[in-house]
């Protein structure tokens, strides 16, 4: 069992940038993909963007490629999510995430993971 925590959340003003932390543990760190998804109030989950552990491919959703950055140090029990330009509408619920049975890369890019943090709340406004 995986567990996850989430930090760094905060109010930015649109166009500044926030880093999100996530930290890993347990008792065998055995994950096929970890990522983020977020989800507003009312809205569906939305996944943000993921690392694959095999071959350190990431994936990003459309709507942050060029602005949101995932990232991993070396002893692969810290992530984070380096976030630029932000805009209102990126307000919502950050949550990390891990992927362990290898699902396809379309249902982990669209929110689909097996364990995941308690969430962080992003506030873009001015």
């Known amino acids: 069992q995986l567990q996850l925590v989430e930090s760094g959340g905060g109010l930015v003003q649109p166009g500044g940038a926030l880093t999100l932390s996530c930290a890993v543990s347990?008792?065998?760190?055995?994950?096929?993909?970890i990522g983020w998804f977020r989800q507003a109030p009312g809205k569906e989950r939305q996944g943000v963007g993921c690392?694959?552990?095999?071959?350190?491919?990431?994936y990003y959703a459309n709507f942050v490629k060029g602005r949101f950055t995932i990232s991993r140090d070396n002893t692969k029990t810290t992530m984070y999510l380096q976030m630029n330009s932000l805009q209102p509408e990126d307000t919502a619920v950050y949550y990390c995430?891990?992927?362990?049975?290898?699902?396809?890369?379309?249902?982990?890019?669209?929110?689909?993971?097996?364990?995941w943090g308690q969430g962080t709340q992003v506030s873009v406004s001015s």
């Open positions: 690392i694959v552990t095999a071959d350190n491919s990431e």
């Open positions: 995430a891990v992927e362990t049975t290898g699902r396809p890369i379309a249902a982990i890019m669209d929110g689909t993971y097996d364990s």
């Open positions: 347990g008792s065998t760190l055995d994950y096929k993909a």
